[in-house]
């Protein structure tokens, strides 16, 4: 967390304060809910190609459900958005312990109603993530504010985890889910009381109107954010970055690491969360670390430091892998290397995009190099079934190395667009002003 205006900036910017911590809450239920379905597939079935599943419907969201979100987190009321992901949330974790207590055995209820979970979970993340955080605070405190943020992320790394594997071996997962469900009264609460939020961010609501919702206005839109994509020098090389980076096996709960732990060196659920746990510390003291780095450094610099770092401490971790402890020291290292560069992900994301655009270049974006996920899920089941666990690593360490090389191409262009210049407006902003309109205030104000 900064290092010098602590609790005077969280005075300052109270509406943030209160999302920052009933955010917290409800991400916390969601970190052990990710942790337990995974461990409950593999108690379930034994299986790694069904624990590679559970990965795939975590992830698979992102990229279909894309245009979708995008197209709601830029023209939709953002409060309505925020209660009605958070009740449908809600609805698909109870169906979910109702499908536990059923005794059906086979996996793909539980596959659709993670998936469909989880589809919420984005549209609620990139409205957050990319327009409440930008909006709620002033230019100059967004680096102070991803901090804060950010490292209550990584926090919550641990603190999750941690509880999940103590919940999961002492009660049970009908227990981590009933923890989720719970924590979604936090957030639940916080956009209820805000009647006020689209006003709050920069009197968006009477911006513009509502374009409805069509086909041929999602395909617009998309096409749209696609388009700035394309013509960006720094968006181009950053989708092939974070696709590497999220194809790599060495990422956070990926299927080779829960199965290294659990099923090679035999954790218990409650060994794994405290060593999940032990990697969160560690992601922490990366972000406390960020804010310094990209103020004392040149963003390119530190940004691809961040990566380079990450390669040669995932690389070691894969070497060192016969040995669990020493394997998890040195991922625990690398996570530095993965904060920073999170957070240089974040700053990207939200100061090279027009805040109009925000939401729909953003799931763009995240349709792009999150569809690696589910791609890297199936091929760590079908390598570590057939080569083994410490194969499936190695590859990991070598997307990693992939990533460093695209890192190193957006470092090169990103001098010519400043991180404190204005995002340039583009084509799509006059699209998406054109969009047919389903309320009557571009008639009132015409």
């Known amino acids: 967390m900064p290092s010098t205006t602590l609790f005077p900036f969280l005075k300052k910017n109270p509406v943030f304060t209160n999302f920052l911590l009933a955010s917290s809450v409800s991400l916390t239920g969601n970190s052990i809910f990710e942790i337990a379905m995974p461990l409950y597939v593999l108690q379930k ?8 599943l559970v990965s795939v419907a975590l992830h698979l969201p992102h990229f279909v459900t894309a245009p979708l979100t995008g197209f709601l987190a830029d023209h939709y009321n953002k409060r309505r958005l925020l209660i009605g992901c958070d009740i449908g949330q809600i609805i698909m974790l109870v169906l979910t312990l ?40 002033a230019p100059g405190d967004l680096a102070n504010a991803n901090t804060w943020f950010l490292s209550f992320h990584r926090l919550i790394q641990i603190v999750g985890p941690f509880l999940g594997g103590i919940l999961m071996t002492v009660f049970g997962s009908s227990a981590c889910i009933l923890v989720n469900i719970l924590s979604f009264s936090a957030t639940l ?10 006003e709050k961010m920069s009197g968006e609501a009477q911006r513009a109107g509502r374009p409805a919702l069509t086909v041929t206005n999602l395909f617009v839109n998309f096409r749209g954010n696609l388009s700035y994509i394309y013509r960006s020098p720094i968006f ?54 960020s804010d310094r ?19 040669v401490l995932g690389t070691i971790a894969v070497v060192v892998c016969p040995f669990p402890i020493l394997m998890a020291v040195f991922y625990s290292l690398s996570r530095v290397g993965s904060s920073v560069l999170s957070m240089g992900t974040f700053i990207l994301r939200q100061t090279q995009v027009p805040r109009e ?69 583009h084509v799509l902003a006059r699209a998406v002003r054109s969009l047919p309109d389903t309320t009557d205030e571009k008639k009132k104000v015409g």
Not at 189 to 198: H, S
Not at 294 to 299: C, G, H, N, S, T
């Open 98 to 137: 109702a499908y536990h207590y059923s005794g059906v055995e086979t996996i793909w209820p539980l596959l659709v109603l993670i998936l469909l979970n989880r589809s919420l979970q984005n549209l609620f993340e990139t409205v957050a993530n990319f327009q409440l955080i930008p909006g709620f605070v």
């Open 357 to 425: 655009m925000a939401g729909g270049v953003n799931a763009a974006l995240r349709m792009f190099f999150m569809s690696a996920a589910p791609l890297s899920a199936i091929l760590q089941g079908f390598i570590m079934d057939h080569f083994g666990v410490e194969t499936s690593l190695a590859i990991g360490a070598a997307c990693l190395w992939g990533a460093v090389w695209y890192a190193s191409e957006l470092a090169t262009h990103y001098p010519n667009a400043g991180i404190s210049a204005p995002a340039p407006q």
């Open 293 to 311: 780095l990209y103020r004392v450094y040149p963003f390119a610099t530190a940004f691809y430091g961040s990566c380079f770092v990450q390669a």
């Open 45 to 52: 079935t034994g299986s790694v190609m069904q624990l590679s």
């Open 236 to 289: 181009r090389p950053f989708v092939s970055l974070m696709f590497l980076w999220n194809l790599s096996s060495l990422t956070l709960s990926s299927p080779s690491l829960t199965y290294y732990f659990n099923g090679r060196h035999s954790f218990s659920p409650a060994e794994y969360g405290f060593a999940v746990a032990s990697f969160g510390v560690f992601g922490i003291l990366g972000f406390l670390l």
């Open 189 to 198: 609460a916080f956009t209820y009381r805000m009647m006020d939020l689209d």
